[in-house]
C-alpha cells in the first residue's frame, strides 16, 4: 500500500519525481514528500549520487506520510541536507524510481543521463566525515596550488615528495587514501553521475571538497609514483590499496582526457574496462548504467526484461558493426609495418573482441562475446595501448552476426612454438606475505625472467624465417616485449632504455631475494642505472596479467591468453591492429583473447598482404 502513496504513476515520458525534505518539527527522524515534475521544465534540482548499500540494519524515514526504508547511505545524507536545513527539490533515484517496476525502471534508467545533465548541482556522498579527511584536504589543496589542475602529469612520473614539495610524514596522506578507498568509487552507476555532472561537490560528512581537486588529486595518485606509494602505506588496507585506488583514477582519466580532447565520446571497449573495477548487484548493470557515458549506443538497450545473455550479447554485436572515429592520432608506429592511410574518418572495428578473457570457467557465452563480470584479476585488453585497424589488399569483410555465429575475415600468421606455463607475476606483489614468502616470489620471479630470455634465444631452429639473428639485437626485442613495447605512452622511447628498464626491474628482483648482483646469461651485461624502473615494472605488470610469454613458430616473441596451448593459431582479424589467438573446433573456432606479436604490431591501422579468409566462431 505504501508504495502506491509514495511512486505514484509517472503519465508523461519526461515525468521524474523529485523529493522535498521537511523542516524538523520537534520530533526525531526525516520526513520528506515526493513530487511529480517534467525534465523538459524549468524545474531546478540537486542530484543525489551514492552507495546503496544493504538494508540492514533498516533505517527508516517517512515519505508522503508513510514509513519506508532506504539503505544506510541514503539515511545520512539526507539526515545531513536536514542539518544544514536544505529547503530544495531532490532526486535520488532508491526512491524516486519505482525498482519494482520493471519498466519504470527501464525508461527512467535511460534517462539518467539526462537527469544528471539537467541536476543544479550534484552531490557526491562519500559517507561520514572521518578523522584525517580535513587534513587530507588541505594537502591536496597544497599539491594543486603547485600544480594547476587540468594539466598534465606524465613529467611529475618519478618525481619525489620533496621535489612535489609535498610533506612525507603527514596525517593528510591517512585521510587522502580514506578518501579514495570509499566504496562510492566502487560503484559502476557513479562513472555515468559522474561524467554527465554539470556541478558537482564531493561531500564527506558536512566537509565539502571541489570535484576537481579531489579527482586532479586523484589523477596524480596514479602518475606520481611518490604519491601513489605514500598513498598506499598510508592505507589500512595495503593489500587492496592498487585495486581500490584505480576507481577514482579511472575517474580522473576520463575527465581530464574529455577536457582535454573535447570529445564526449566512450569506445565500448573502455566501458567494458571500467567495468572491471566496478561493483553491481545486477550484472546486466554494468552495461547499463555506462551506456550514458558515450553517445554511439542507443539507451533503449537499457530493457531488465532481457536476460544477462542477451545483453551482452547484444552490446557485442553493436561493438562489432559500429563505425567509430581512427584513434590512431595520438602514437606513431615504430614496426616495419607500413601504416595504412585511410581517408575515412569512421571505420567500423572489431577492437571489443579483446575484451574477451580466457577463463577455465565457461561463462555460456559465446567464445567472441566479452563476459562483463569481473576477473579474479585486473586484465587490460592490448587496445587500450594499440587501438588501430587491419586492412588487407585483398577483399575482406567486416563482422556479420548471425545467431550466435560470428562471421569475419581474417588471416593466420603464426602459431605457439614455446610456451612459458609458469605466471609467477600474476601476484608478485600482492598481499602482506612474511619476508621468506616475498623471497620465494622474487626468486620464482628471476627464475621466469630467465627461462624467457633462454627460449628468446633458441626458438624453433628450423622456423620459416630468422629474425633478430644479432644477439644484441635478440635482447632488446626481448626487454621490448616484457614491456610489450608500449613505454613510448609514458615518455621512454629509445633501446638504451628498454633495456636499463628491465634491467634494472630485473636487478630489483635480485636484491629482493637477499642475495648478491650476478650476471647471468647476458641479462645484465649492459646493467646501467635507470630511472625507468618503476614504470617498466607498472606496465609489466599491467599487461602480463592473464597472458603467458610465448615464443611462435617464426621466430616472434609473444604473450598469448593464459589457456593457449600448442597447436593453436594467431591470426588478424579485419579491424583490429591486435592479434588474436583462435583454436579450432570442428569446422569453426573458438576465440582464446587478444594477443602480443613484437615484430607484428602497430600502433597504427596496418595492411596485411596476407589473403584473408572467412572465419566463424562460435
Known sequence: MASKLIHYPLKLPKDIRLLRIQPRDGQTGIKITSEIFNLDSDVEFTAISYVWGDLNPPNYIVCN????????????????????????????????????????KSIQVSMMREIYQRATKVIFWLGKEEKHDNRAVCLMKLFCERRKIHTKLDDLRAASLSELCLPPNDDGWRGWASLLSRPWFGRVWIVQEFLNASHSVFMSGALEISTEVLIH??????????????????????SDCRDLILRPVSLAIDEISRSIDKTDDVRIVDLWTKSQLLGATDARDRVFALLSTQTAVRMDLVDYKKTEEDVYIEIATIALNLAVRRTNW??????????????????????????????????????????????AFRFVPLTRYYPGYTYFKAHYRHATIVGKIL??????????????????????????????????RLQNMLHWQLMCWFGAQHWNPVAK??????????????????????????????DAEYITGFQAFYSRCVRG???????????????????????????????????????????????????????????????????????SVGTSYELLGDCYLHDMMSYESIMLGFKPEMFQFQ
Open 330 to 375: 595520438y602514437k606513431k608506429s615504430s614496426t616495419p609495418l607500413e601504416p595504412h592511410q585511410c581517408r575515412n574518418d569512421l571505420q567500423r572495428t572489431c577492437r571489443f573482441l579483446a575484451c574477451k578473457l580466457y577463463s577455465q570457467h565457461p561463462s555460456g557465452l559465446p567464445s567472441w562475446v566479452p563476459d562483463w563480470k569481473p576477473a
Open 407 to 440: 562471421s569475419i575475415s581474417g588471416a593466420v600468421v603464426d602459431s605457439p612454438y614455446l610456451i612459458i606455463d609458469s605466471m609467477p607475476y600474476m601476484d608478485l606483489f600482492e598481499g602482506r606475505k612474511t619476508l621468506s614468502a616475498m623471497k620465494s
Open 513 to 583: 631475494t637477499g642475495k648478491s648482483l650476478k650476471r647471468r646469461h647476458d641479462i645484465l651485461s649492459q646493467n646501467n642505472p635507470s630511472s625507468h624502473e618503476v614504470i617498466f615494472e607498472s606496465l609489466f605488470l599491467e599487461l602480463s596479467a592473464g597472458r603467458k610469454f610465448c615464443v611462435t613458430n617464426n621466430g616472434s616473441l609473444a604473450w598469448v591468453p593464459m589457456g593457449t596451448k600448442l597447436g593453436d593459431h594467431i591470426c588478424f582479424l579485419a579491424g583490429c591492429a591486435v592479434p588474436f589467438v583462435i583454436r
Open 65 to 104: 506520510g508513510q514509513d519506508l526504508c532506504i539503505a544506510q547511505n541514503l539515511s545520512e545524507v539526507l539526515l545531513q541536507l536536514q542539518n544544514e536545513r536544505y529547503c530544495g527539490l531532490l532526486w535520488a533515484d532508491a526512491i524516486c524510481i519505482n525498482q519494482k517496476d520493471m519498466e519504470e
Open 465 to 494: 624465417r630468422a629474425i633478430l639473428a644479432n644477439k644484441a639485437d635478440r635482447f632488446e626485442a626481448f626487454c621490448r616485449t616484457m614491456a610489450f613495447n608500449s613505454l613510448s605512452d609514458r615518455g621512454v622511447t629509445s
Open 217 to 238: 588529486c586523484a589523477h596524480a595518485t596514479g602518475v606520481c609514483l611518490a604519491i601513489g606509494n605514500a598513498v598506499a602505506l598510508a592505507s589500512k588496507n595495503t
